[in-house]
């Protein structure tokens, strides 16, 4: 039995922000937040709340400003920090209603930008995260082409919020061709990016490339090997330049960008699953160790 509910909270400059949350019956172990990427909105992780809900997971998930069923014009932001910031209220929200369970931080395509900016940019408040995972990390070259690049850059200033169509191929998505078709149908699902958002985006991604040697969390990185969307090249590049012990990049050869509804969505599954286990094992042996040293101070 999965509890579904759903609601709202305050983003930056009071905006309500949707959300929903999935509840197993009885003791929460963890929880997992989701951040979706750019034109999706939190009700595409259903293979995730399917797999991780009954093993006793909450899972948490809100639609960006701009995005789903929260308010905003379609793919705008003024600033990036609007994203941190409302993924700062989100955080605070779920520890409030959560506030013994751990909490790991998933981010998709340009959410695993978003999750990691927040991590690099507020070290103090992301220390509490139990670790980190992307899905599809949107730090290198991307599926947009240069030409709307080039008109988005050229406008950001002079006319931010001017919209094109992001030109994204719907079928590098998916290999499973019902998903696609779901996709098609999907009314909350949009294909737009501004001029502003999109200089915003790269900007972002550089920063986080030039600051990931600060990267402390421990860190999952899963790659679709045939992501024309999400080129893999990015994950790898910020991989190695992690310097944290604790990170693991797993790359399935043949998948797609929407590596939880792909054709191989149930070994992605149980690939973060194992690693959400281990890493709680790791939180329970640590725990363990500094009460041992709390009883006895002098040993």
Known sequence: MINHTEGTFKGVGGLELYYQSWQPQGKVKAVLAVVHGLGAHSSRYDNVVQHLVPKQYAVYSFDLRGHGRSPGQRGYIKAWAEFREDLQAFL???????????????????????VLDYVLRCPQ???????????????????????????????SRVWPRFTLNTG???????????????????ELRHTLGSARLATEFFATVAWVNAHAGDW???????QGGADRVTLPEGGEIFYQQVSCTDKQRVVYPEAYHELQSDLNYQKVMADLEDWLERHLRLET???ASKSSELEFPGS
């Not at 013994?100 to 978003?114: Q, R």
């Not at 949107?138 to 850059?153: D, E, P």
């Open 125 to 155: 408040e992301a220390s509490t995260l139990q670790g980190v995972i992307t899905l599809a990390p949107a730090l290198g070259k991307v599926g947009v082409s240069k030409t709307r690049l080039l008109i988005g850059h050229l406008l």
């Open 285 to 287: 042996v640590q725990l």
């Open 92 to 114: 605070k929200l779920i520890k409030i209603q959560q506030p013994e369970s751990p909490i790991f931080l998933l981010g998709h395509s340009l959410g695993s930008v978003i």
């Open 168 to 186: 994204m191929d719907l079928s590098a998505g998916s290999r499973d061709e019902k998903v696609i078709a779901a996709y098609a149908k999907d």
């Open 216 to 222: 402390q969390l421990p860190l999952l990185i899963l």
